[in-house]
């Protein structure tokens, strides 16, 4: 891409503070070759092509740090079963829950995969975000959790967007393995993962760390093994319950601990000592109905970092809204307008590993970027059902 510069724009760097009301051309953007070269007011415009941004919110492109966005299926029905007083819990046991979707995703082969799966990325696109997390874990067996993985790679041949993998095989028991979860670990879980990085489709390793799933010592082998082939982990963890899976990924350096409802001062404090982000999930909070709220003074006082996502999956978060997600975490978490907006830029870039490569605007960096028909952050945050994009810059080129 030749160099532009990006001019009378309200940018947010989100490379730091968040100011309330950016000042159109108080700093300027160039870019060249999909890189950011410099930021600042001012800049020399010899030979740069002259973007001007009419006074608009120029931003971070948002980043999706937690999705479950391939599946098969649809399990609207369990929505109703909710409404009439089942738990969770309870439609898992039946079957339904993970399981139901596992039924649908083995059926599925790539190419159907990546058509049911488009539609959610269009979504997401469409409100400017331009690095999504893709996770395993509905196929529940060493070949269909390949297919899914996969069919996020193919994704991001199909879109111009950057899909990050992970490996997330220890979400659920299939029917196969019911009571034998040390033995799913060891037959599905490391050897599907092993082939996975020989294959290069995995990006991190994720698990689901609950009273219905997977315990610490169920999991280690498994961390062992990530950390020995060189990949980082994250975990799903205090979700339903305290089930000191935080703490077990804190010892692993996890990048991210995920849902986090039940967790406590002392996790935040294990999280802040390792640099663990908390990614926090207002999509899933919401519809659970859930009322025991993460612990976000601990984490402010911890000084960890919050990231918010859409957790974007068939039963628990049928989200595929960044906007609404930061209405979420305003509304339903008590994040400030700058936490919400962090959280979908920098932040979620560290969750990912990524905060050399994406999340803000700052030299060196991609050239990630959302154009916004506002004036201030809290116009993003503020609105439901509002999307004000502009256009979305993803590596310096303008695709929306």
């Known amino acids: 891409m030749p160099a532009t510069l990006w001019t009378n724009a309200r940018v947010v760097t989100a490379d730091g503070g968040i100011p309330r009301a950016p000042q159109p051309g108080a700093l300027e953007v160039l870019t060249e070759g999909g890189q950011i070269l410099a930021v600042g007011p001012a800049l020399p415009r010899a030979g740069a092509a002259i973007m001007d941004c009419a006074g608009r919110l120029l931003t971070p492109a948002p980043i999706d740090c937690h999705t479950h966005l391939v599946f098969g299926g649809d399990r609207a029905t369990e929505f109703e079963m909710r409404l009439d007083g089942v738990p969770y819990a309870q439609i898992a046991a039946q079957g339904g829950g993970i399981r139901a979707s596992m039924r649908a995703t083995r059926a599925m082969d790539v190419d159907s995969l990546v058509a049911a799966s488009l539609p959610r990325l269009d979504h997401l696109l469409a409100e400017g975000t331009g690095t999504v997390e893709v996770k395993s874990g509905y196929g529940l067996s060493v070949a269909a959790e390949l297919t899914m993985l996969r069919a996020a790679r193919a994704l991001g041949q199909a879109r111009r967007v950057r899909i990050c993998t992970t490996w997330l095989a220890a ?187 994406t999340g803000r605007i700052a030299p060196g960096l991609a050239a990630d970027m959302a154009l916004w028909d506002v004036q201030t952050p809290a116009q993003l945050v503020a609105r439901i059902g509002f999307n004000p994009l502009h256009a979305r810059i993803y590596q310096g080129e303008r695709v929306a």
């Open 171 to 357: 979400h659920a028991l299939p029917p196969d393995y019911e009571g034998r979860p040390e033995a799913y670990i060891a037959e599905v879980a490391i050897p599907g993962l092993t082939a996975a990085h020989a294959e290069g489709l995995v990006d991190a390793v994720d698990s689901f760390c609950e009273t219905i799933a997977f315990t610490p010592d169920q999991l280690a082998p498994l961390y062992d093994h990530a950390r020995a082939l060189g990949l980082p982990v994250k975990i799903h963890a205090e979700q339903l319950s305290q089930s000191g899976g935080t703490a077990f990924a804190c010892g692993y350096n996890a990048l991210s601990a995920d849902h986090l409802e039940h967790a406590t001062a002392a996790d935040a404090q294990a999280m802040a000592a390792s640099g663990t982000v908390a990614v926090l999930l207002p999509g899933a909070f919401y519809t659970l109905r859930e009322t025991v709220l993460p612990p976000v003074a601990a984490f402010r006082a911890a000084g960890v970092s919050m990231a918010l996502a859409t957790d974007c999956n068939p039963g628990t978060s049928p989200l595929t809204s960044i906007l609404l997600t930061m209405n979420m975490g305003a509304t339903l978490f008590r994040l400030t307008v700058a936490e919400c907006l962090l959280a979908v830029t920098a932040h979620a870039a560290r969750a990912l590993g990524l905060q050399d490569v």
